[in-house]
C-alpha cells in the first residue's frame, strides 16, 4: 500500500508493485490473518478492496522485508510458501482472443489453458528465486533452506525443463523464466496460425506440441519436489495465489475452484475474485468444494462501520508516518464526527445531553419544528429537559440510538415558514459537512484501502501545509466530494447490457433513485428509530436492473449484508440484502447507518409494488450528476 498523494483511486495499485514496494507500508488487517492460515481461501471483494496487496504479501520477499511491529510474529506464523499468479487484465484477453473465436471450442480451451499453465509455473520458479534470495538475509521469518551452486542449481533445472518440454536453455532459473515467456509468445502464435490453417489435420497438429497438454498442479508438484529433493530439505505446503480470478476463462475458474478438492495436499490456494460473478456453475458441483469445510471465505467488505474502524485506525497511522507525524490523532486533526458529542462532553455521558448542550440544542429545534418527532418524544415519554437525568440504559435505548438520525433531520428541515421551506430536501454542496470529522470520514471510506490513502492521504498533506496540523470541516467536505464525484465518474463507465440511462436502468440512477429514498424517508417522512437504510432485491426486479447492481457491487457501490455466512459468493442477487456505500452519502444526504430493509421493487417504484415515498424536493446534484 503506497502513498503517492491526493488522487483517490491512483493513489494505490498494487499490481504494479514488486512485493518489496507493496510490503513496505503493508497494514495488517484480521483479513490477512486468516489469509495466512493453513487453509484454502476464497478473498472476495470488490476494485481497490485489497485483494492483490494481501496475496502478494504472501510471497517470501515481501515476508522477509515487512517492517511492520506485527511482522516478525505473523510471517513466522506462515508454514507454507506462496506463488503469486497475476491475472491482469492483458493475460486474460490474451487468454479469450487465442484462436479470436474460429476454432472449435476444445480447440480454444486447449490453448487458454496452455497459456495458464505456463504462466503458473513461471510463478513457480519466481516462488524458488525468492525462497532462495530469502534464505541468504538475515532473517528468522522464514524457514531458511540451503543455497544451490551453480552445479546444483543447473541439475535442478535441467530436471524441470526435461518434464516441462523446454530445449536448449543454459541450466539456471533465469533462463528456464525467459524459456516459458517465449512458449507464450509461441503459443499466441498457434492460435493466429491455426485460424488460417483450417480444421483439417487441427487435431493431428495440436496433439503433437506436448507442452499444450502439460496439467499445470502435476507440473508445479513435480518441480516442486525436485527443488525440495536437490536441496534435501522436507516436504512443505506451498500457497498457489490467483489474483483477479474473474478475468480468466471460466473454464480455468472452474479448474482452480475443484482444484482446491485436490488429492495433492502439498498445495494450498488463495484465489481472488469479485464477490459477484456471472459464472452460475462456480461451486455449484456436486462434487464442488464447500466454504467453511474445505475452504475459508474471506469478504473485504464492512457491513457494518464500526468492523472496519481498527483497519482504518492502522492505515491512518501508516500515512501519518509517512509525513514524519506520527503522533497525530485522527480526531486531533479531523475533529469529531457530527453525529457524535464534542472532545470535552465525550468525558462525562451525562454532560453531553445536559441543557445547553449541542445534543440538547439539537433534540429541543428538532421538536420545535417536526411535528412528527413532538409525537415520537411524547408516546416515549421523553422530557427533552433532562435528557442528562435519564437512567443510562433508558438514555442509551432512547437517546443515544436515535441521536444520528436527529442530527440529520435537524440539519436538513427548516423552520416551518421560513424562505427555504421548499429548499428542505438537501443543502447543496454543503450536505457534505455533515459527514466530517474523524469517525464519519473513517466510514465513508468502507475500510477500502485505495479510498482511505487516496482521501485522508490528502487531508493529511492538507494537516501538514498548517501550522495547527487541523483540518476545517469545509476543506473535508471539499475533499468528500471531490472524492465521490470521482466515485460516481467511474460508476458511469461501468456498461450494462441493455440499459438506457434515459429510462434508469443504469448504474448511477439506479443508485440515486435509492439514494434519495433513503433520504427521504429519514428526512421528510414520520420521524422514526430506524428509517430504511437497506434493501432486498425481490422478485419484481427485472434482470437488466440485477445485471446493473452486479457490476455495482463488485464496483464496491452497493454492499452484501449476507444473511448466511457459509455463502458470500454470489451467481443471483435475489432474495439477498444490500446497502449504499456510504462514499455516496455526501452526494445524496442519507444516514450512514445500516437501518431497516426493504424490497427495491418499492424503492423504484415497479409495478406491483407498494407505492414508494414521495421523492424529495429538487435540489442541486454534483456537476453532470443532474
Not at 534464505?135 to 528468522?140: Q, V, Y
Request: contains cysteine; neutral net charge; hydrophobic residues 40%.
Amino acid at each position: 500500500m503506497s502513498f503517492r498523494g491526493p488522487s483517490p483511486f491512483e493513489s494505490i495499485n498494487a499490481r504494479s508493485l514488486t512485493p518489496i514496494q507493496v510490503a513496505q507500508t503493508f497494514v495488517p488487517s484480521s483479513h490477512f490473518r486468516e489469509l495466512c492460515r493453513r487453509r484454502h481461501s476464497i478473498v472476495l471483494g470488490p476494485r481497490g478492496s485489497g485483494k492483490t496487496t494481501l496475496l502478494k504479501m504472501l510471497q517470501p520477499s515481501a515476508l522477509v522485508s515487512w517492517p511492520h511491529e506485527d511482522a516478525e510474529e505473523i510471517a513466522r506464523s506462515i508454514d507454507f510458501t506462496g506463488i503469486f499468479v497475476a491475472t491482469d487484465i492483458s493475460w486474460s484477453q490474451q487468454l479469450n482472443l487465442l484462436g479470436n473465436g474460429t476454432l472449435e471450442p476444445q480447440f480454444s480451451r486447449l490453448l487458454s489453458v496452455a497459456s495458464f499453465t505456463t504462466h503458473s509455473l513461471k510463478a513457480v520458479l519466481t516462488a524458488f528465486q525468492q525462497r532462495i534470495s530469502a534464505s541468504t538475509g538475515a532473517t528468522t521469518r522464514l524457514v531458511n533452506i540451503p543455497i544451490p551452486n551453480q552445479k546444483l542449481e543447473g541439475a535442478i533445472v535441467t530436471s524441470i525443463a526435461k518434464a516441462w518440454h523446454v530445449e536448449n536453455i543454459a541450466p539456471s532459473f533465469f533462463s528456464l523464466r525467459q524459456a516459458l515467456t517465449y512458449r507464450l509468445m509461441q503459443i499466441g502464435e498457434i492460435g493466429s496460425q491455426e485460424t488460417i490453417a483450417g480444421a483439417s489435420g487441427r487435431e493431428d497438429r495440436l496433439a503433437s506440441v506436448p507442452y499444450l497438454h502439460l496439467p499445470f498442479l502435476e507440473a508445479s508438484a513435480y518441480a516442486i519436489e525436485v527443488f525440495e529433493d536437490a536441496l534435501q530439505i522436507p516436504p512443505g505446503k506451498w500457497g498457489y495465489a490467483f489474483d483477479e480470478l474473474e478475468l480468466a476463462p471460466e473454464s480455468i475458474q472452474q479448474e482452480l475452484i475443484q482444484a482446491i478438492r485436490s488429492t495433492d495436499d502439498r498445495f494450498l490456494f488463495k484465489l481472488a475474485l469479485n464477490p459477484f460473478t456471472t459464472n452460475t456453475s462456480l461451486l455449484q458441483h456436486t462434487l464442488s468444494p464447500a466454504p467453511g469445510q474445505d475452504f475459508d471465505q474471506i469478504s473485504l467488505w464492512y457491513a457494518e462501520k464500526r468492523v472496519a474502524q481498527g483497519f482504518c485506525e492502522g492505515l491512518w497511522k501508516e500515512l501519518a508516518k509517512q509525513i514524519d507525524a506520527p503522533a497525530w490523532s485522527p480526531r486531533g486533526v479531523l475533529g469529531n464526527s457530527y453525529f457524535e458529542s464534542s472532545a470535552e462532553d465525550m468525558e462525562e455521558e451525562r454532560r453531553a445531553y445536559a441543557p445547553g448542550s449541542r445534543w440538547a440544542k439539537r433534540f429541543s429545534a428538532l421538536a420545535a419544528k417536526d411535528a412528527s418527532f413532538r409525537e415520537y418524544v411524547t408516546r416515549r415519554a421523553i422530557d427533552l429537559h433532562a435528557l442528562h437525568l435519564m437512567d443510562e440504559d433508558q438514555r442509551a435505548a432512547e437517546v443515544r440510538k436515535v441521536a444520528p438520525i436527529v442530527a440529520l433531520r435537524e440539519f436538513y428541515l427548516r423552520d416551518p415558514g421560513s424562505k427555504d421551506e421548499q429548499a428542505d430536501s438537501l443543502r447543496s454542496r454543503k450536505t457534505a459537512v455533515l459527514y466530517t470529522g474523524a469517525d464519519s470520514v473513517f466510514a465513508l471510506t468502507e475500510g477500502n484501502p485505495r479510498i482511505f490513502i487516496g482521501l485522508v492521504g490528502a487531508l493529511l498533506q492538507d494537516a501538514k501545509r498548517r501550522t495547527v496540523p487541523t483540518v476545517s470541516p469545509r476543506v473535508q467536505a471539499e475533499r468528500l466530494l471531490a472524492t465521490a464525484e470521482r466515485f460516481l465518474a467511474t460508476l458511469r463507465t461501468i456498461p450494462v447490457e441493455n440499459a438506457r440511462e434515459d429510462a434508469g436502468m443504469g448504474v448511477v440512477n439506479l443508485l440515486r433513485k435509492i439514494a434519495r429514498y433513503f433520504h427521504a424517508d429519514a428526512v421528510r417522512g414520520e420521524f422514526q428509530a430506524a428509517p430504511v437504510g437497506s434493501f432486498t432485491i425481490d422478485a419484481r426486479t427485472p434482470e437488466v436492473i440485477l445485471k446493473a447492481l452486479g457490476q455495482a457491487l463488485n464496483a464496491g457501490a452497493i454492499i452484501y449484508i449476507p444473511d448466511d455466512e457459509g455463502k458470500v459468493i454470489l451467481t443471483s442477487l435475489r432474495g439477498k440484502k444490500f446497502r449504499l456505500s456510504y462514499l455516496l452519502a455526501p452526494l445524496y444526504g442519507f444516514p450512514i447507518r445500516l437501518g431497516r430493509d426493504i424490497a427495491l421493487s418499492r424503492i423504484l417504484g415497479l409495478q406491483g409494488a407498494p407505492t414508494p415515498i414521495a421523492e424529495p424536493l429538487t435540489f442541486d446534484f454534483p456537476k453532470g450528476d443532474a
